[in-house]
Antibody, heavy 118, light 109 residues
């Protein structure tokens, strides 16, 4: 079955770059969009951006200047980099698959908490 | 940017009762690109409804979605204990892509 697993540091210092990787199994990474979504503790969901296997991307305008999403089809992974982080970037970060026609998030990773603190 | 406003913020009901959750968009959204998710504590959201009214795979038929344009509704016909959770609506559009509602917490009365 389709599985997604986030990995990366759980603690990042202010002003540094947050880096996470999502490893996909059970499905080809090709022909799908793949997305990052985050959720600050006790708050709602915020879409960060998505990437197509061909490497075209779309980012949330509120984060666009700091976000880079990339894909490595050979490793079946896609990655998130968020630069110049502050405490406001502390959140659970989820990776998710975007289902084609309806543009829905049909499979999610379990999420990983990233805390921004010195 | 399309803003989704969910109401009520918290809904207190008993098992067996009917739940009606609302999501209003600041401008018209495509029915095809409107969805509902359920999230339980410590878990990732789970897709319930897509295309405004289609149930996702494995979702019980007590869950139903309706609406179009700017007003959408998620109805749970008879609440089961496992239905108490937070529910989010979501839309996809050309800019900025995706937005979520702020969530409705469905709690046991």
């Amino acid at each position: 079955q389709v599985q997604l697993q986030e990995s990366g540091p759980g603690l990042v210092k202010p002003s540094e770059t947050l880096s996470l990787t999502c490893t996909v199994s059970g499905v080809s990474i090709s022909n799908y969009y793949w997305s990052w979504i985050r959720q600050p503790p006790g708050k709602g969901l915020e879409w960060i951006g998505y990437i197509y296997y061909s490497e075209s991307t779309n980012y949330n305008p509120s984060l666009k200047s700091r976000v880079t999403i990339s894909v490595d089809t050979s490793k079946k992974q896609f990655s998130l980099k968020l630069s110049s982080v502050t405490a406001a970037d502390t959140a659970v970060y989820y990776c998710a698959r975007v289902e084609g026609p309806y543009k829905i998030f049909d499979y999610w990773g379990q999420g990983t908490l990233v805390t921004v603190s010195s | 940017e399309i803003v989704l406003t969910q109401s009520p913020g918290t809904l207190s009901l008993s098992p067996g009762e009917r739940a009606t959750l609302s999501c209003r968009a600041s401008q018209s959204v495509s029915d095809n690109f409107f969805a509902w998710y359920q999230q339980k504590p410590g878990q990732a959201p789970r897709l319930l409804i897509y295309g405004a009214s289609s149930r996702a795979t494995g979702i019980p038929d007590r869950f139903s979605g309706s609406g179009s344009g700017t007003d959408f509704t998620l109805t749970i016909s008879r609440l089961e204990p496992e239905d108490f959770a937070v529910y989010y609506c979501q839309q996809f559009g050309s800019s900025p892509g995706y937005t979520f509602g702020q969530g409705t917490k469905l709690e046991i009365k």
